[in-house]
């Protein structure tokens, strides 16, 4: 702000707005700069960037922009109102005053704005009573048509509520019980952004549950699996085998056959491979692992699978030291020789070379071999047996 409020001085009316003055009153600190102008935010933003050395990243089409400096980045937007031509459209927006900016947002604790510039500079504007929100502990909607309008702030309110450790009100709550159904008629892509950024919370677990409770998972898809305890094992399993510790609360909702959910988020590519990997094959690999099975049956076993996989086969019960002990080495396992060495050695390039690297590779595992001159021994001889 020592850097900001000097730099804005002289322009358009600009207002700190949302999360950073919800985080503000909370008493902590905000990782989003948004300001709010009453006026030209892209004009603002060109200008402000010219004052601060820095550069602006322009939206024309919605009037945004992105103020960018080296240890400063500032959302900026015009003020504006927002209508819907349907339940769970994107809005059709109009510039309008702070007011009625602050109107279309989604909470009270979030439809709160203080003064950057002239006289009122410091004021805080509260319209819908943000303020005795945050010090009742309340995630409440501005309005009874707030989930039609955006069915996706039915996710956004129960991940306030368990990151917050706030509760929806009642009434509220009776409204997201009404609207869940709304989520249906939603873009995949806003849904997955929702979703992820709840998955992404320490208190997920929670957020998950409530999610359960209040019909919204069961919306999303009728076979969601939204199990706190899952989820809170699935995100252990991640610090253990090295996953992403959203995809892997993404795969264990996905794991009672609500597949086709994963594919509806248009998630990138590999991303969903190992999603709907970790979902189809995390159950029967933690059946698999709780036989015995040496190093090479391991390495067999596990190294087609992404580490989500892994993740939420320990999330279901899969003995924690098979799992542990291919992570720690077995995955990374090589021989010390390659196919050049078979070569050198006169073995005819073949399939033949392949297999003995792999069958050297599985008795160095299970330790029937050590060194270089064992491992290219061995795999000589399979070669020209299998020749």
């Not at 303020?131 to 996710?155: C, G, I, M, Q, Y």
């Amino acid at each position: 702000m020592r850097k900001l409020l000097p730099a804005l001085e002289g322009l358009d009316r600009a207002y700190l707005v949302g999360g950073a003055v919800r985080d503000l009153l909370l008493g902590g600190a905000s990782v989003d700069l948004d300001v709010a102008v009453e006026g030209d935010a892209v004009a603002v933003a060109e200008e402000l960037a010219r004052r601060l050395g820095g550069g602006a990243k322009v939206h024309d089409r919605f009037g945004t922009a992105t103020v960018k400096t080296r240890d400063l980045t500032v959302d900026l937007a015009s003020t504006r109102s927002e209508t819907y031509e349907r339940p769970g459209a994107l809005p059709d927006v109009a510039p309008a005053g702070l007011e009625e900016d602050l109107g279309r947002r989604d909470f009270t604790i979030n439809a709160m704005a203080v003064a950057l510039t002239g006289a009122q500079a410091g004021e805080l504007r509260d319209p819908h009573g943000g303020e005795a929100d945050l010090e009742a502990r309340t995630v409440r909607v501005l309005h009874d048509a707030s989930f039609v309008d955006d069915p996706t702030r039915l996710l956004r309110a129960v991940r306030y509520e368990a990151r917050l450790a706030f509760s929806i009100d009642r009434h509220t709550e009776a409204l997201a019980r009404a609207g869940a159904e709304g989520l249906a008629a939603v873009s995949g892509a806003r849904v997955r952004d929702e979703l992820l950024d709840l998955l992404a919370e320490d208190e997920a677990p929670a957020a998950v549950e409530r999610m359960r409770a209040l019909g919204i998972a069961a919306a999303l898809h009728p076979s969601i699996r939204a199990d706190g305890n899952l989820i809170t094992a699935s995100q252990l399993g991640s610090m253990e085998t090295g996953a992403d510790r959203v995809l892997c609360a993404l795969a264990a909702l996905a794991s009672d056959g609500a597949t086709d959910l994963i594919e509806r988020l248009g998630l990138g590519a590999a991303e969903r491979d190992r999603v709907l990997r970790a979902a189809e094959r995390g159950r029967s690999l933690a059946h698999e692992l709780r036989a015995p099975r040496r190093p090479s049956e391991l390495h067999e076993l596990l190294s087609p699978e992404p580490p989500e996989a892994l993740a939420l086969a320990l999330a279901f019960g899969a003995p924690a030291e098979a799992v542990l002990s291919f992570v720690a080495g077995i995955r990374d396992a090589r021989l010390d020789i390659n196919g050049d060495d078979l070569r050198a050695e006169g073995v005819p390039e073949s399939p033949a070379i392949g297999e003995a690297l792999a069958q050297t590779l599985r008795r160095k595992l299970d330790g029937e071999i050590f060194t270089r001159e064992e491992q290219l021994r061995t795999a000589v001889a399979i070669a020209r047996k299998a020749s």
